[in-house]
């Protein structure tokens, strides 16, 4: 069988496990992303590890799943972002900081301080506090528009205090490095953090006046679905610009393009588009591929121990962090608790950040597998611990 056929092969299965997942999922009680989720560990090499059977025999498929998968969580994160308004993440701008700040802070002290208990030397102990600081928010998003709390007080927060954290985290990560290669001298701490600031203003600008116009003219012209097309985009370039010109994650990108794109005319058509492509192929691979990327096998031992730790001070680090955050800055108790249980999936932010240290020699294999772990459960505690959360937050209204 041809590698294409192979390729066809294999996003069939995965988009109608994914479906099947998430039915099951949402039969028992949970989101449909905890089902989606788990049937990527069970295709994966945890369990079957479908994709490494003799059936499939292209070394590229995986590949060309992680590649479809990115382009998922871009457009999950660009649809969370024209569910909100830049006005509404102002409102929160107070809560989003603190809670965005603290959530990196406490992570990042505790990371440090478990992973030294486990003798790990000062340099993989920073590094490794700063992937637990990470945030990814793509799998609250998706839970949150499941529930239909998203424009609730917490959904707004949550998703700028995500803000916060993906440029504290960027920072740090890129002040890191670059102290270790010997290039962090002041100008470049200076430099990074300016680029940011000059990406945000830049893109904002340009987009507040020139997307949602050209979005309504290509409305008008007659081609054919000229406004997704236009729509689908402008968002990829968002997602590039962010990281190749902004130093930040593309996702973070993909969701200033949506906070844009939602004061166009045609919003409602622009969500009924885009949803429509990206719940019905792309988000389901991007779930799934959390699992296929994992081996749960490999959490044996010594390094069983270390994982569990890891999971246990990602959840609360995260929760406390957090949730302290947000209460200093007016939100209740139970919002508080939502709010840090919502930004405790590290998914693929923490994947990413785990990349940079081994590309540049800063943890070894051994620790990446332990990341992986921590990735895994805390991808797949989020979406129970909000369902659980807001039924008990509905429970006492």
């Excluded at 092969?9 to 992303?33: D, E």
């Excluded at 998914?347 to 332990?370: K, S, Y």
């Amino acid at each position: 069988m041809t590698p294409f056929f192979q390729f066809l092969i294999a996003i069939i299965i995965i988009i109608a496990c994914a479906k099947i997942g998430g039915y099951v999922s949402l039969k028992l009680g949970f989101p449909s992303v905890l089902g989606e989720l788990t049937v990527g560990i069970l295709l994966g090499p945890s369990v079957f590890d479908l994709f490494h059977s003799p059936l499939f025999s292209d070394e590229h498929l995986l590949e060309g799943i992680a590649h479809l998968a990115e382009l998922g969580v871009i457009m999950l994160m660009f649809i969370a972002g024209l569910d909100l308004h830049l006005t509404d993440l102002a409102k929160s701008f107070k809560v989003s900081a603190l809670a965005g700040t603290l959530g990196v802070l406490l992570p990042l002290t505790m990371g440090y301080g478990f992973t030294r208990a486990f003798s790990f030397d000062e340099q993989a102990a920073i590094f490794t506090g700063l992937i637990l600081a990470a945030t990814s928010v793509s799998i609250s998003a998706q839970t949150l528009m499941e529930m239909k709390v998203l424009r609730s007080r917490v959904g707004i927060s949550l998703l700028g205090a995500a803000v916060f954290d993906d440029v504290l985290v960027v920072l740090g990560l890129s002040i890191f490095v670059a102290l270790v290669i010997g290039a962090g001298t002041t100008w470049n701490v200076v430099w990074i953090f300016l680029r940011m600031l000059i990406f945000v203003g830049i893109a904002t600008s340009i987009g507040w006046v020139f997307l949602p116009k050209v979005s309504q003219k290509v409305d008008d012209l007659p081609i054919s679905q000229g406004l997704l097309a236009f729509v689908l985009i402008g968002t990829l370039f968002y997602a590039w610009a962010a990281e190749v010109l902004g130093g930040m994650a593309a996702i973070t990108g993909a969701f200033l393009a949506g906070l844009l794109f939602a004061r166009s005319p045609s919003k409602d058509r622009i969500e009924a588009g885009m949803s429509s492509l990206a719940f019905s192929i792309f988000v389901p691979i991007f779930f799934v591929n959390v699992g296929l990327v994992a081996n749960i096998r490999l959490l044996t031992g010594d390094n069983l121990w270390l994982v569990l730790g890891m999971i246990l001070v990602a959840i609360i680090s995260k929760v406390l962090g957090s949730g302290i955050g947000a209460r200093l800055a007016g939100l209740t108790n139970l919002e508080s608790l939502q709010l840090g249980a919502g930004m405790t999936s590290r998914g693929e932010v923490g994947l990413i950040v785990a990349n940079v240290g081994i590309v540049e020699g800063l943890i070894g294999p051994d620790i990446f597998a332990t990341v992986v772990g921590v990735v895994i459960a805390t991808t797949l505690l989020t979406p129970a611990m909000l369902r659980i959360l807001f039924t008990r937050s509905k429970a006492t209204d």
